[in-house]
């Protein structure tokens, strides 16, 4: 069977918390997406955090969607792992409507 979900670079550095609340979120994320690409895909994270200035990290999310005739990609970089994860599914979502234009298929 084929790894629906895979978190690679910093995931394995990250508290158990924020691993769990990045599983659940992207599960759902692609619950979401593969019923408006009626596909299977895989979706591909590669996580990165930079320690900046005192306690605060910065977050990059790499993301990629794997359907059977596309890849897409994009990339969001935030102070805050929930706004990055809402920033790069954002991101991923209005991809996903430009490359195939699914709004009006499944509301």
Known sequence: MVEVLKFSGDFDSLI???KEMLRDFF???YSKAKMK??????????????????KSKKYTINFRL???T????VSATE????????????????????KFHVSNQHG
């Open 16 to 18: 158990e918390t924020d």
């Open 27 to 29: 599960m759902n994320f």
């Open 37 to 54: 690409l009626s596909n299977e895909i895989s979706l591909e994270f590669v996580i990165k955090n930079y320690k900046e200035f005192g």
């Open 66 to 68: 794997i359907a059977p």
């Open 70 to 73: 596309n890849i897409l990609r």
């Open 79 to 98: 102070w805050d792992l929930k706004k990055v994860i809402h920033k790069a599914s954002d991101k991923m979502l209005n991809e996903i409507e430009g």
